[in-house]
């Protein structure tokens, strides 16, 4: 079965920095897109950062120019490296895989996820 397994959270000033790192049992290249996932207490999980094979981004409005995701396929391993953060961006963070294209069939990979606390 597929694995994502994430790390690197923990607990950061204002303006601090902090690399997520995602470990999968699978070839990055296995999936269409990989990605970074947040959510906050009491909100729904909502889009980070996404690559997809051919190694274009996608960013959520509130981190472009802040964060940055990136990948090792000798590794198989994804990272987002989290700079500038701001007490908003507390949240706990998922790695995630898809398998496949909307609307056609597709499988979905969830890491167990990893909290990042941006507090003085």
């Known amino acids: 079965q597929v694995q994502l397994v994430e790390s690197g959270g923990g607990l950061v000033q204002p303006g601090g920095s902090l690399r997520l790192s995602c470990a999968a049992s699978?070839?990055?290249?296995?999936?269409?897109?990989v990605g970074w996932y947040l959510q906050a207490p009491g909100k729904q999980r909502e889009l980070v950062a996404g690559?997809?094979?051919?190694?274009?981004?996608n960013y959520a409005d509130s981190v472009k120019g802040r964060f940055t995701i990136s990948r090792d396929t000798a590794k198989n391993m994804v990272y987002l490296q989290m700079n500038s953060l701001k007490p908003e961006d507390t949240s706990i963070y998922y790695c995630?895989?898809?398998?496949?294209?909307?609307?056609?069939?597709?499988?979905?990979?969830w890491g167990q996820g990893t909290q990042v606390t941006v507090s003085s």
């Open positions: 699978e070839s990055i290249l296995s999936f269409n897109v």
């Open positions: 690559i997809n094979r051919g190694g274009l981004t």
């Open positions: 995630h895989g898809r398998v496949g294209i909307p609307p056609g069939r597709v499988n979905e990979y």
